[in-house]
């Protein structure tokens, strides 16, 4: 294959292949090297797209998009349309799911010398190439970047689906009629002109100021916990017991203890104070026996390889990854071919690497270590997309040590944790299950105090051999039932009920997804475009709502409580599934959308009252006026400015102070964010004093 000059003055190319990104081309090129005449180009992301300054979508004739070639991308589609000409054949081998299938058909549409080949007709199969030598256009999907993936692929190309594209085609078109039809409403009635709205990230900011508002009413309630040390005259462990019942009657918000169901009255009590915890304990009574014990085998099964959900959980978790960050390194694994496409629904794997994972666990391991037969897993999710495999390694002796020392250049230390993550899940999947003794031991006195305890021990560790220890061992003693126990201690601690927790990006993703709302593709974008118009702020991990946040929820919600509802954007993304699936046509499917949204957009207009965003006035005066000033929230984020603003224009950064002190200077701890967005802790007398920390704890 002769090289092309930067003027495109080339022989005969006998095979194109076209891309996304410069390094998913890298790593073809390396496994197609020595193959045939191949060129491997990228086309630097989306070649085409509904222009950013008008709506781009024709309302009256059937929302027909109107797409362009965006101002950066017009040189590389001349380089693209150049190469082309040359071309003997064209192979689209952009990713393996509704958007790669757009792009590809977008890469179609501009390549040829005229529109043939269209998202609303499956009539024309081939669709021939401008001043191309022969034939047509040729698509193909890979799971994986492989020499063996790859080979299968090219031997088997296929049609572009034009229903995958229908479906892609139908989601942008609707969410541009939301965003650039509710936006300027919200510039309009909340006076910022820097507001967005959007189908799915409307909904996501609800769910969290719900959840905040949950946590302000409740109200928490104080309760107490007992626990008895008890010696036993044939051991010299003691056995930590929790009192559990009183004559049947079972204290609530103590720990549940799968020996004692049923045996339980109806009725329940809790120990609401420190005073009628110490009466109870006045009123134990000797002697004390064993009353039950329990002893069985448990097994434990490893959980399945991971889905993209479940990635931005785990990856949130353990590595408190961004969704967004998560995402960004999965992508870089993917192309540089050391895992399979990372924008999945399925939990399944392939029956090549099932056989290869288990290979490699009895070769390393030992042959207890793998089930007769190789596990399979079962999708649950019911919006599961394309028949995708789990995300895993391409190679499972590819161990996160081994990549460490392959020392590639384009992988950093946060590529290889996560890269951890996924091996060690994918390769577990497939390993035999962990086997534990547990024991559940039941104290009873003369006066019906009953205390429980509850202990296992690793019988055989199975897959967590890969993963690792999940929990401590608990041992119990081995003591018999009527054997006689003495109380050597009482130890009573407080507690308080807790409010449902604030969402963390892992938490929020776990319930779009039970909810059915957006799809793998869209939760690290949807996360982060509500942080990034300040609806949303993360606070230690968590999200919590803005005032601004609050408003323009209550808004859409009193005004359009139908996109709002959790129903409906779920069976909107039906809508789109079926489209993908060819059981419905998507204009339709806007229409019935677009006609009573429309409606309701012009009643809104003429009947809502402009909002105005709640500010706090702060107890200092203005400088520059003497007036008072106020909290405001921008663009970029809370903002100190007077409150006469337009008369007065003074303002100033916002630094909220914490009530800590700095361990360096002494001065005031404030919170502060960087230049992307992410909150840490600083002194308020930066620049002279860099202290910073990430975490409240730190701050010593």
Not at 46 to 71: E, M, N, Q
Not at 517 to 535: C, D, K, W
């Amino acid at each position: 294959m002769e090289r092309r000059s930067t003027d495109y003055k080339i022989e005969l190319i006998m095979n194109l292949i076209i891309v996304e990104s410069p390094t998913k081309a890298r790593t073809l090129t390396r496994f197609l090297s020595g193959k045939g005449t191949y060129q491997i180009e990228a086309t630097m992301g989306h070649v085409r797209d509904l222009p950013k300054a008008a709506l781009g979508v024709d309302v009256d004739h059937d929302f027909a998009p109107s797409y362009i070639i965006p101002k950066l991308k017009q040189k590389r589609v001349g380089e693209l349309k150049a190469i082309a000409k040359k071309a003997d054949s064209i192979i689209l081998a952009t990713d393996p799911d509704r958007e790669g299938e757009a792009i590809a058909w977008h890469v179609a549409q501009i390549l040829v010398s005229s529109s043939q080949l269209s998202a609303n007709s499956k009539k024309k199969k081939k669709v021939e190439i401008g001043k191309s030598k022969t034939d047509s256009f040729q698509r193909i999907v890979f799971h994986e970047i492989t020499e063996h993936a790859i080979s299968e692929a090219i031997a088997h190309p296929r049609e572009i689906d034009l229903q995958l594209v229908d479906a892609q085609q139908a989601r942008r078109v609707l969410d541009r009629l939301v965003g650039y039809k509710l936006s300027p409403l919200l510039w309009q009635k909340l006076s910022k002109r820097w507001l967005s709205a959007g189908r799915v990230q409307s909904v996501a900011v609800r769910l969290i100021v719900e959840r905040e508002r949950e946590i302000v009413k409740f109200g928490k309630e104080e309760f107490w916990t007992i626990q008895g040390e008890f010696n036993s005259t044939n051991t010299a462990n003691k056995i930590t017991a929790q009192l559990v019942s009183k004559d049947g009657l079972k204290y609530e918000k103590t720990l549940s203890f799968e020996l004692f169901d049923g045996k339980y009255s109806t009725a329940s009590s809790t120990i609401t104070s420190e005073s009628e915890a110490q009466n109870i304990i006045k009123d134990l009574k000797a002697p004390f026996t064993v009353s039950a014990v329990d002893k069985k085998e448990v097994r434990r099964y490893p959980a399945a390889p991971f889905t993209t959900s479940t990635l931005q959980q785990e990856a949130g978790r353990r590595l408190y990854f961004s969704a967004k960050k998560t995402m960004q390194l999965a992508q870089k694994l993917y192309e540089e071919g050391h895992i399979t496409y990372h924008r999945t629904d399925s939990v399944n794997l392939a029956d090549k690497f099932a056989t290869e994972t288990r290979d490699f666990i009895v070769q390393t391991f030992g042959k207890t270590y793998v089930p007769e037969v190789a596990r399979e897993y079962k999708t649950k999710s019911k919006v599961a997309q394309e028949a995708h495999e789990a995300i895993r390694p391409t190679d499972a002796r590819m161990t996160h040590e081994m990549l460490q020392r392959a020392n590639n250049e384009y992988l950093n230390r946060d590529h290889l944790r996560l890269y951890e993550l996924i091996w060690k899940r994918a390769v577990a999947s497939q390993a035999a299950e962990a086997v534990f003794d547990s024991t559940t031991i039941g104290i009873a006195n003369s006066n019906g105090y009953a205390f429980a305890c509850q202990g296992s021990v690793v019988k055989f560790d199975g897959y967590l051999k890969i993963i690792g220890k999940e929990t401590d061992e608990v041992i119990i003693p081995d003591i018999t039932v009527g054997q006689s126990l003495t109380l050597a201690n009482t130890i009573t601690e407080q507690h308080f009920t807790s409010p449902p927790p604030r969402y963390t990006e892992a938490s929020l993703i776990k319930v779009l997804e039970e909810k059915g709302i957006g799809r793998p593709s869209t939760y690290a974008p949807i996360i982060s475009t509500i942080q990034e118009r300040q609806y949303v702020t993360r606070e230690e991990k968590k999200l919590v709502p803005t005032e601004l946040g609050n408003s323009v929820v209550d808004f859409l919600v009193k005004y359009f409580p139908g996109i709002m509802a959790l129903p409906f954007t779920a069976a909107m993304e039906d809508d789109l599934d079926a489209i993908a699936n060819g059981e419905k046509q998507w204009v339709p499917v806007i229409a019935a959308f677009y006609e009573p949204f429309s409606k309701m957009l012009t009643a809104t207009y003429e009947q809502a009252e402009k909002v105005k965003v709640e500010e706090e006035i702060i107890d200092e005066k203005c400088p520059s006026c003497g007036n008072a000033l106020v909290i405001r929230m921008g663009r970029y984020g809370k903002f100190i400015a007077c409150t006469t603003f337009p008369a007065c224009k003074y303002t100033r950064q916002f630094a909220e102070k914490i009530g800590q002190k700095c361990p360096k200077c002494g001065g005031d701890i404030v919170i502060r964010k960087t230049r992307r967005g992410k909150t840490f802790y600083g002194c308020s007398n930066w620049p002279k004093c860099a202290f910073a920390a990430w975490k409240k704890e730190d701050i010593k």
